[in-house]
């Protein structure tokens, strides 16, 4: 843990409404923080959120507690930001008394609430078949499962319970947490008819993974298809908070920032989906390839998810995700029930071969390294994938500072006012999955 003390010397913005009489300030802030570039951008996103404009950036030091031995209120903030990440207060002086005075940082933008909520609340109800096939035929949209219901959840399952990320405590908090929610609602999103749905994906719900392309392809398109879903709707939302606040705010300006990325993304993997859409249609199912790393061992977690490869297991880059190309690769994967065990399967559209393979590459080059192959992809679901669930016997039996070092990196990753850290699949987490790959099957070898 590292603790930032950074001051600046601020100015009133213009929708500032304290009512302390001041032309400017200075302000102090702490951040728990690795890397003093994210400390500085949470610091000034949080003093312009309060309406404060940053004039001069005055020090930055590491600091500990004892550096603020006899000083009750610097302790408390330093206390605050162990916890809560960041802790700020300014000193100003009041124009009309002469003196300075200790304010506390508050306040900032009006939210339309109203408006806001009343926007999530037509979004979280949207429902939309995404099968390439979709027209007016389709019959009753229902909860898809992304992940596996029958094999998959049902083999870490209690009592019809599993552990996964509490979404609405993160749409409150901001904080990543762990919940039990029952499988029939875990992992599942509105994305299919019912019809497209029991028709394309009966390969694999009703039979164990072979492997064979076509089935690699299914749960490739499963996970593309939950990221478009999902990106839409994050899309909606954000727009939704871009009306409710102020135009000039921090709030607003964050919100439009993170919309570009979003738009960016979503029109990448529209793209790709396009692809996975023509080989389904035309039953090209060996333009896909794949690799799937086998364990014989009882699963304690079950996954899904996709990742557009900006960085490999060593740290080297793949590609930019900076929106400075049009054309993006990305590569799918998830758990999937094999004979007597299950496995890691990735997959990938031949129209991404080449950054896949590179990507692949690197997991090979761990295979011949001292790094445990399965501490590495247990780092990329975690890092990666907030879509993935745990067994409640495996998540209830683990140490507590086992639990917390998940969530403290799973907050650091997602994170949008952190420094991407190049070298997050290096050595992140490790010593907490007990997964041993027996065998390997890559389609390029059959």
Same mark, same amino acid.
Request: glycine content about 6%; overall charge negative.
């Given at each position: 843990m590292t603790i930032f003390y950074?001051?600046?010397?601020?100015t009133p913005a213009m929708?500032?409404?304290f009512p302390l009489q001041t032309s400017s300030a200075t302000a102090f802030v702490w951040v728990n923080e690795s890397e003093v570039e994210s400390a500085l951008l949470k610091a000034r996103f949080y003093i312009e959120k309060a309406s404060w404009r940053i004039e001069t950036l005055e020090s930055v030091d590491i600091v500990k507690r004892d550096m603020f031995q006899g000083k009750d209120i610097e302790q408390a903030k330093y206390d605050e930001a162990v916890l809560e990440g960041i802790a700020l207060f300014y000193v100003g002086v009041n124009e009309q008394l002469e003196a300075p005075e200790y304010v506390e940082l508050s306040g900032g933008a009006d939210q339309d609430k109203k408006l806001f909520y009343g926007k999530k609340k037509n979004i979280s109800n949207r429902k939309e078949c995404l099968h390439f096939g979709a027209n007016e035929d389709c019959d009753q949209i229902i909860k898809a499962h992304s992940i596996q219901r029958r094999q998959s959840l049902e083999a870490i399952e209690r009592k019809g319970h599993v552990y996964q990320v509490d979404f609405d405590a993160l749409s409150k908090t901001g904080r990543i947490t762990y919940n039990l929610i029952g499988i029939n609602k875990a992992s599942t999103f509105y994305g299919f008819c019912k019809k497209h749905d029991n028709a394309l994906f009966k390969d694999i719900d009703e039979k164990h993974l072979m492997p064979n392309h076509k089935q690699a392809m299914l749960y490739a398109y499963r996970s593309l298809t939950k990221e478009v879903f999902t990106k839409q709707s994050t899309i909606s939302m954000l727009k939704a908070q871009i009306e409710s606040f102020p135009k000039q705010c921090a709030?607003?300006? $964050?919100?439009?920032?993170?919309?570009?990325?979003?738009?960016?993304?979503?029109?990448?993997?529209?793209?790709?989906?396009?692809?996975?859409?023509?080989?389904?249609?035309?039953?090209?199912?060996?333009?896909?390839?794949?690799?799937?790393?086998?364990?014989?061992?009882?699963?304690?977690?079950?996954?899904?998810? $996709?990742?557009?490869?900006?960085?490999?297991?060593?740290?080297?880059?793949?590609?930019?995700?900076?929106?400075?190309?049009?054309?993006?690769? $990305?590569?799918?994967?998830?758990?999937?029930?094999?004979?007597?065990?299950?496995?890691?399967?990735?997959?990938?559209?031949?129209?991404?071969?080449?950054i896949a393979r590179n990507y692949m590459g690197s997991v090979a080059q761990l295979m011949k390294s001292d790094r445990i192959l399965g501490?590495?992809?247990?780092?990329?679901?975690?890092?990666?994938?907030?879509?993935?669930a745990f067994s409640p016997d495996w998540w209830e039996g683990l140490e507590p500072s086992l639990?917390?070092?998940?969530?403290?990196?799973?907050?650091?990753?997602?994170?949008?006012?952190?420094?991407?850290?190049h070298d997050y699949l290096t050595s992140e987490i490790n010593g907490i999955a007990s997964w041993v790959f027996e065998s390997v099957y890559d389609s390029h070898s059959l």
């Amino acid at each position: 843990m590292t603790i930032f003390y950074i001051k600046a010397g601020v100015t009133p913005a213009m929708n500032n409404s304290f009512p302390l009489q001041t032309s400017s300030a200075t302000a102090f802030v702490w951040v728990n923080e690795s890397e003093v570039e994210s400390a500085l951008l949470k610091a000034r996103f949080y003093i312009e959120k309060a309406s404060w404009r940053i004039e001069t950036l005055e020090s930055v030091d590491i600091v500990k507690r004892d550096m603020f031995q006899g000083k009750d209120i610097e302790q408390a903030k330093y206390d605050e930001a162990v916890l809560e990440g960041i802790a700020l207060f300014y000193v100003g002086v009041n124009e009309q008394l002469e003196a300075p005075e200790y304010v506390e940082l508050s306040g900032g933008a009006d939210q339309d609430k109203k408006l806001f909520y009343g926007k999530k609340k037509n979004i979280s109800n949207r429902k939309e078949c995404l099968h390439f096939g979709a027209n007016e035929d389709c019959d009753q949209i229902i909860k898809a499962h992304s992940i596996q219901r029958r094999q998959s959840l049902e083999a870490i399952e209690r009592k019809g319970h599993v552990y996964q990320v509490d979404f609405d405590a993160l749409s409150k908090t901001g904080r990543i947490t762990y919940n039990l929610i029952g499988i029939n609602k875990a992992s599942t999103f509105y994305g299919f008819c019912k019809k497209h749905d029991n028709a394309l994906f009966k390969d694999i719900d009703e039979k164990h993974l072979m492997p064979n392309h076509k089935q690699a392809m299914l749960y490739a398109y499963r996970s593309l298809t939950k990221e478009v879903f999902t990106k839409q709707s994050t899309i909606s939302m954000l727009k939704a908070q871009i009306e409710s606040f102020p135009k000039q705010c921090a709030e607003a300006e $964050l919100a439009r920032n993170m919309l570009n990325g979003m738009e960016y993304g979503l029109e990448a993997l529209s793209k790709i989906k396009a692809y996975y859409d023509e080989s389904l249609v035309k039953e090209t199912y060996d333009d896909i390839s794949y690799i799937a790393f086998y364990c014989k061992e009882e699963p304690v977690a079950a996954f899904s998810g $996709l990742i557009y490869p900006d960085f490999d297991f060593q740290g080297r880059p793949l590609q930019n995700l900076d929106g400075s190309t049009n054309k993006l690769s $990305l590569v799918t994967y998830c758990s999937a029930p094999m004979g007597d065990g299950w496995c890691f399967l990735f997959a990938w559209h031949k129209s991404c071969e080449k950054i896949a393979r590179n990507y692949m590459g690197s997991v090979a080059q761990l295979m011949k390294s001292d790094r445990i192959l399965g501490d590495a992809l247990f780092n990329l679901v975690i890092l990666n994938c907030e879509n993935h669930a745990f067994s409640p016997d495996w998540w209830e039996g683990l140490e507590p500072s086992l639990k917390t070092n998940i969530c403290e990196a799973m907050n650091k990753q997602a994170d949008v006012l952190s420094v991407l850290n190049h070298d997050y699949l290096t050595s992140e987490i490790n010593g907490i999955a007990s997964w041993v790959f027996e065998s390997v099957y890559d389609s390029h070898s059959l």
